[in-house]
């Protein structure tokens, strides 16, 4: 159509801010900021613990009350990302993976840190433990998971404590 | 009775990095345009007047104003899920006559930062994770699927490194004969094993790039078919779909994808093959290689060889005429490329590796044409936050119905 086409391109951004509600799952956040508890769900027909909680069992349809967990667990997978989104490039290379916590029947997302950051060292089968960031806000940056024999480096550390 | 579908015509544009010539609405129109053309050189005489409705909501820069159109939203298996539902438009008597679209222009993302769109593109994609639990951990597409392929490992030693660099190998390779893919390269093994790591285990050589493009289908009913006097039509016979927990920690087994077995029995069930027989039942498999880990597990997942086998199938057969999954093999994988080879352009993807397969069964895919003899063909597309959602098409020509 048009000879010497020539581009003309438009930087742009879209920002949206919000401020939504956690709802029946408040509780978890509530927990994790002042009192460094990891609160899970059980189901009262099925017996089924919910981690991340969920009020109502999504299996039996039936309501489900709160339990607290253990903040230990097990690796049940795990990677290593060296590649990621805008928002996540500045921090890499970081681990995460899915971490069954003791008592718990499904599996929470977390990052997985450790001193020594090498596939061998998050593998499933791992034993982890929850460690807190001192300054809380009731999300899910509150806390992360490490190695359960780094446990006691990483809360001696200024900005970290271990749980309740 | 549902009504029979057929494609009648295909329209696919180039898969590039960036069209810096092109809006999305251009796009989508050159792909309609392909679609049109394609119909008539099939046989119709027919122009977008005679479309009665689309399955995607563009319409007034494809000149379809005031008829119905629906969106579809189901992430990387948007096309697929398209497919479907434009197939059930025609089947359920709502449009003779239906265009299922799709356009993605996501490289209009761009990441001040590094100065490069990716980390952008990836960041836009992973806003349709779980923005409570998952989001904030730095979740996206690599690490979702590669938590499924470290899983499927775990539980039965397959795919290795090696096995899943044999599927990239294959799909770049493949690429080098469709003139539309955005990724043809002559690999080894070595070459994807030595690439920069992305996610463990994943070498940037085992993911697809995003891509620009826009892929366009033209739906018939039986009857339109028979009316417009169409010499190709390519039959829809089977559709199926199915989404798994979106929440991969909650999923019993996290090394499979239950909605691509589910996805794949209803799909066969209706195309009236057999799920544990299928290998021999089609010609080729257009699937969904985002990742090379999971078309080795979609070998399995979609019943070509048992639990724990995809990775040999591949390995073992490499370099050996008519076997595997190869261009040549038993059952050839992604001839067109793939995602791998050709690009991810999510929006559009399932609906080019439809059309791909499409032209697969008229014989008409060029220097990638593979051996037709059944006559029939599947594509398969997933996606989705954990990539649970999943559908699968079993197309035939005249030949395969019988």
Known sequence: ?164 | MSRKVAIIGVGITPFRARYLDKTYFELAYDATKLALEDANNNGAEITHHNLESTVYVINSYIGMNNKPGTRIASGGATGGYTVRMAYSEVASGLSDLCLCLGVEKCNDCYDEQTGVTTPEVLNAIAYSADMTYEYPMGMMAASSYVSMVNAHYEEFGNPTEEQMAHVSVKNHGNAMLNPKAQSPMKITVEDVINSRIICYPFKMLDCCLYSEASAALILASEEKVRELKIEKPIWITGVGAANTDCFIGNREDMGRLYSNIHAAKAAYKMAELDYNKIKSQIDLAELHDAFSGQEVISYEELGFVPFGEGGSWIEKTFEKSGEGPWLDGELPCCPSGGLIGCGHAVGATGIMSTGEAAFQLRGEAGKHQVSIEKGRAISHSIGGPGAAYAAIIVMANEEGLK
């Open chain 1, 1 to 164: 159509m048009t000879e010497n086409f020539q581009d003309h391109q438009i930087r742009d951004a879209i920002k949206i801010n919000y401020k939504y509600t956690m709802g029946g799952q408040s509780k978890f956040f509530i927990e994790v900021m002042k009192n460094k508890k990891l609160f899970g769900t059980k189901c009262t027909k099925c017996g089924k613990t919910w981690m991340p909680p969920r009020i109502n069992c999504s299996d039996c349809y039936e309501p489900a009350d709160w339990v607290e967990l253990n903040q230990t667990g097990i690796i049940q997978v795990s990677t290593i990302v060296w590649y990621t989104t805008s928002a996540f490039i500045k921090a890499i290379p970081y681990g995460i993976g899915f971490i069954k916590l003791d008592g718990a029947e499904t599996a929470l997302f977390q990052g997985i840190f450790s001193e020594n950051l090498v596939p061998s060292k998050i593998k499933k089968g791992k034993r982890v433990k929850a460690v807190f960031n001192k300054e809380r806000e009731g999300k899910m940056t509150d806390f992360f998971f490490v190695p359960e024999d780094e446990y006691e480096n990483w809360i001696s550390k200024p900005e970290y404590e271990g749980g309740v």
